[in-house]
């Protein structure tokens, strides 16, 4: 991933928090890339950690949510561009 994308993550984080959806979807979607790019270990870490943060919002965003349906299943999670109210 390139140095770019980690400052967007980071800031995204330090903006938002760590358990907040959007942070959690974009670190799915994240591991989806560097999946792509071959560096498994690396997407594999990534993603087990979204994923055990999304586990605790799972009751408040709902099952049929698109990160909490999508990113446990390995699928890319697309947002609208208006952040959720939390």
């Known amino acids: 991933m390139s140095r770019r994308a980690r400052l967007g993550i980071g800031a995204l ?3 938002l928090g760590t358990r907040h959806p959007e942070a959690l979807a974009v670190a799915c979607n994240s591991a989806l890339t560097v999946t792509a790019l071959g560096r498994l270990d690396e997407a594999r870490a ?4 979204a994923v055990s943060r999304l586990k605790g919002l799972r009751r408040q965003l709902g099952e049929n ?11 890319r999670v697309y947002r609208d561009l208006e952040p959720l109210a939390v």
């Open 13 to 15: 984080r330090a903006g």
């Open 46 to 49: 990534r993603r087990e950690e």
């Open 65 to 75: 949510n698109g990160i909490t349906r999508f990113a446990p299943a390995e699928r």
